[in-house]
């Protein structure tokens, strides 16, 4: 991020350098605090309804109160992207807890702290990986389950995502996937996971976050008439599938050509790949679903 980039904090607009928090923020000191990221792309930002309502479910289930209601966190994202001058942005807009009034913090009495930054636009992977796939490995790590933490809040504690990525890296492998506590194949650490059989898709339908980006890739291809599955995938799926990608924020489509050493049969990035990540990127260029920044 550009040493000029301009923060939004607490209802201020400050230089990176000044955009500071108290070392005793519940967000820093618990990682208590929930957070949703969004695109720009050529002036407009990308499904910014979808992500906010998001955002105001992991308030809400959090119980964590914000002193901005949805058209408040709106108008504080266009106006920071316009701040920093960025047509193509990611966008990362975050509430914690903030500071407690006691040692021994009660979560029910809070004073969030409410940030958002925004940054270059980002991909997942470098060129070459867009273009040609990357390698994924199946961590030995399990994603959380809804007895446990619900993977559908979309919180900071990130800890065991950066645990599994190190492991996949130290490998040899560009990224990862992990299984839920049944050994179905749940999410990555930042996307959402298709596999192509057959001329059908199908993706984890529980456990998963729900990933706007994701759910856009659904409708597409329903608009090209493929059945789509919302279902249970075991690790066997993804060793004899036909095309693998996965979707995020940053990026779109991103082609697989190996998983835990099993490489793709077919060319990658594959053709229902190319096809969906195309009509995603059309309809980015487009602006239909998206929120002109000025």
């Given amino acids: 991020m550009a ?7 607490n209802g201020e607009f400050k230089p990176l350098a000044e955009a500071k928090i108290s ?3 519940q967000g820093f000191l618990l990682g208590d605090a929930v957070f949703d990221v969004v695109s720009a792309w050529n002036g407009y930002i990308f499904k910014l309804d979808e992500h906010l309502d998001r955002f105001e479910d992991s308030l809400r289930a959090t119980r964590m109160n914000c002193s901005l209601d949805k058209e408040g966190w709106r108008k504080a994202i266009i106006d920071t992207v316009k701040l920093n001058n960025l047509k193509s942005a990611s966008i990362r807009f975050i509430a914690t807890r903030g500071i407690s009034k006691e040692v021994i ?5 809070n004073s969030p702290t409410e940030i958002i930054w925004v940054a270059p636009y980002v991909f997942l992977a470098d ?28 919180c900071v504690d990130r800890l065991h995502y950066q645990l599994a990525k190190m492991e996949a890296l130290d490998a040899g492998y560009d990224d990862l996937i992990w299984l839920d506590n ?17 001329g059908i898709m199908y993706t984890p339908g529980d456990g998963i976050l729900r990933g706007i980006t994701r759910q856009v890739f659904i ?14 995938i075991s690790t066997f799926d993804l060793f004899t599938a036909d095309e693998i990608f996965t979707t995020s924020t940053a990026g779109g489509a991103l082609p697989i050509k ?3 050493g099993r490489k793709v049969k077919d060319s990658v990035p ?20 998206s929120t002109l920044i000025n």
């Fill in 3 to 9: 040493e000029n980039s301009i923060i939004y904090i």
């Fill in 23 to 25: 070392v005793l923020d």
């Fill in 105 to 109: 913090a009660d979560p029910r009495d």
């Fill in 127 to 154: 060129e070459t990986g867009r273009k040609e796939g990357i390698k994924l490995m199946i961590s030995h790590l399990r994603g959380f389950t809804p007895d446990t933490l619900d993977p559908r809040y979309k």
């Fill in 182 to 198: 049944n050994g179905h194949v749940a999410e990555g650490p930042a996307s959402n996971i298709f596999i192509i059989k057959n």
């Fill in 219 to 232: 409708d597409l291809a329903k608009t090209i008439n493929m059945e789509v599955n919302l279902c249970n």
């Fill in 258 to 260: 190996e998983v835990s």
């Fill in 270 to 289: 594959g053709t229902i790949t190319k096809k969906l990540d195309s009509l995603y990127w059309r309809l980015r260029e487009s602006g239909e679903g």
